[in-house]
C-alpha cells in the first residue's frame, strides 16, 4: 500500500522558516519523481516543486524560488521542503506527491501557517 | 504554457450522470491532463489521465468503472455515471509543461460537483 505522510506544518511568523518533511513507502522511492503542491485555504492547487529521481534535476515555481529548498533521501524514502522568507500568502496545506508518475499518489498534507 | 480551464461548479442528482470538462487553450491541444478527486479535508486522489485518443494508462487505485474519460478537441473531460455521494468532491484537472530548462505543472481552477 502506498503511503506519503507529511509532517513538519506550524504556526510560524513572517520571515521565518519551516523544515517539511515527507516520509514514504509502498513504492520504489528511488525510481520515482517527486513533487510539493500546496493548497492556500479555499483555493485550488499549486505545484511549487519537482525533484527527479537521483535529485540532480530541479524545479520551482516563480513564487517559491530562491526562498524553497527541496531535497530527497533515496536511503531512507524521504522528502523534504526547506522554506523560508516564508510570507503570508504561503499559508497553505502542503502535500507531498509521487509525481509524475503512471501511478500519482498524494499524502493528506501538511498544514503551515505565517502569521504574525 | 498550457492553461487548463474548469467551470468552478457542477451538480447532478443521485444515479444520475455528469460530465466535467478541462479546456486547454489552442496551443497545447495535443497535452494529456490528470484528473483529480479531492474529497473534503482530504489530500486529492489520481482518478485517471486523458490523453487525445482517451484513456492513457490505467485508473487510479480504487477508481470504480462508473468514472471514465473522453477527449475532443480542446476538452479532456472526465464522466461519472450513476452519481453516489461518495462522489461529491472537488474534481481538478492538472498538465505538466517542461521547455528547455524550465518546467510546470498547472493545475486548472477545480469544479466542485454537488450531489442532489
Known amino acids: 500500500q502506498v503511503q506519503l505522510i507529511e509532517s513538519g506544518g506550524d504556526l510560524v511568523k513572517p520571515g521565518g522558516s519551516l523544515r517539511l518533511s515527507c516520509a514514504t513507502s509502498?513504492?520504489?522511492?528511488?525510481?520515482?519523481?517527486m513533487s510539493w503542491v500546496r493548497q492556500a485555504p479555499g483555493k485550488g492547487l499549486e505545484w511549487i516543486s519537482l525533484?527527479?529521481?537521483?535529485?540532480?534535476?530541479?524545479y520551482y515555481a516563480d513564487s517559491v524560488k530562491g526562498r524553497f529548498t527541496i531535497s530527497r533521501d533515496n536511503a531512507k524514502n524521504s522528502l523534504c521542503l526547506q522554506m523560508n522568507g516564508l510570507r503570508v500568502e504561503d499559508t497553505a496545506v502542503y502535500y507531498c506527491a509521487r509525481m509524475p508518475s503512471e501511478a500519482p499518489h498524494w499524502g493528506q498534507g501538511t498544514l503551515v501557517t505565517v502569521s504574525s | 504554457q498550457p492553461v487548463l480551464t474548469q467551470p468552478p461548479s457542477a451538480s447532478a442528482s443521485l444515479g444520475a450522470s455528469v460530465t466535467l470538462t478541462c479546456t486547454l487553450n489552442s496551443d497545447y491541444n495535443t497535452y494529456k491532463v490528470d484528473w483529480y478527486q479531492q474529497r473534503p479535508g482530504k489530500g486529492p486522489r489520481f482518478v485517471m489521465r486523458v490523453g487525445t485518443g482517451g484513456l492513457v494508462g490505467s485508473k487510479g487505485a480504487g477508481i470504480p468503472d462508473r468514472f471514465s474519460v473522453l477527449s475532443s478537441g480542446l476538452n479532456r473531460s472526465l464522466i461519472i455515471k450513476n452519481i453516489q455521494e461518495e462522489d461529491e468532491s472537488d474534481y481538478y484537472c492538472?498538465?505538466?509543461?517542461?521547455?528547455?530548462?524550465?518546467?510546470?505543472?498547472?493545475f486548472g481552477g477545480g469544479t466542485k460537483l454537488t450531489v442532489l
Open positions: 492538472g498538465a505538466d509543461h517542461g521547455s528547455g530548462s524550465t518546467f510546470v505543472w498547472l
Open positions: 525533484i527527479s529521481t537521483r535529485g540532480n534535476t530541479i
Open positions: 509502498g513504492f520504489k522511492f528511488s525510481d520515482s519523481y
